[in-house]
């Protein structure tokens, strides 16, 4: 079955330490992107990737870095200049040129300890 | 600035009876709207979605409503049902092929049995 994959599903992070998430889809979908949840506070867009090798920052990305090597992953990495990185991680995909409906991954919860 | 608002955290409904989520915007460019259904420590799931040009979209039980002049969406469940308890978040896209949405901060919907 075609879907895309989040691991780990619980990540516990020092402070200080830069740590990544997996984002794998095997849709065949040409857009990637990142969104991070807060309570209250709706999903906000970090990064994004339309296609491989190339990447725009989203709304917050500051203290986040991304690649985009291989059209199936586009891991987000979350690093110590991150000031609130506890969160939960969205990743999502979309193919380009159809209607605007992502398929989602099944989050990643990172907490700082 | 929040260009897409879900101004009721929470709604509660009896099961059998008619479940009503709002969303309001501020944007006239978006052009394309959506709704998603997220159950805790899971990925949204997409539900249902509405074109500016249209006013209403239905299925099944799921109807979503648009009145661009008062920049606003809801979306009525009829009947509901236990199993519709989650979190319901309403986004928009801005007209570019970018495909980001806006999301919305989310409304969490209890139906009671």
């Known amino acids: 079955d075609g879907g895309i994959t989040q691991s780990p599903k619980y990540l516990f992070r020092k402070e200080g330490q830069n740590v990544t998430l997996s984002c794998e889809q095997n849709l065949n979908h040409d857009a990637m992107y990142w969104y991070r949840q807060d309570p209250g506070q709706g999903l906000r867009l970090i990064y994004y990737?339309?296609?491989?090798?190339?990447?725009q920052k989203g709304d917050i990305a500051e203290g986040y870095s991304v690649s985009r090597e291989k059209k199936e992953s586009f891991p987000l990495t979350v690093t110590s200049a991150q000031k609130n990185p506890t969160a939960f991680y969205l990743c999502?995909?979309?193919?380009?040129?159809?209607?605007?409906?992502?398929?989602f991954g099944s989050g990643t919860r990172l907490t700082v300890v | 600035d929040q260009q897409v608002k879900q101004n009721s955290p929470s709604l509660s409904v009896q099961e059998g009876r008619i479940s009503i989520l709002n969303c309001d915007y501020t944007n006239s460019m978006f052009d394309y709207f959506l709704w998603y259904k997220k159950y805790p420590a899971e990925g949204p799931t997409f539900l249902i979605s509405?074109?500016?040009?249209?006013d209403k979209n239905e299925d099944g039980r799921f109807t979503v409503f648009l009145n661009k002049s008062a920049k606003h969406l809801s979306l009525h469940i009829v009947p509901s049902q236990p199993g519709d308890s989650a979190v319901y978040f309403c986004a928009a896209n801005r007209g570019s092929n970018t495909g980001k949405l806006i999301f919305g901060q989310g409304t969490t919907l209890q139906v009671k049995p």
């Open positions: 999502a995909s979309r193919s380009t040129g159809i209607d605007y409906g992502y398929t």
């Open positions: 509405i074109s500016s040009i249209k």
């Open positions: 990737s339309q296609i491989v090798n190339d990447f």
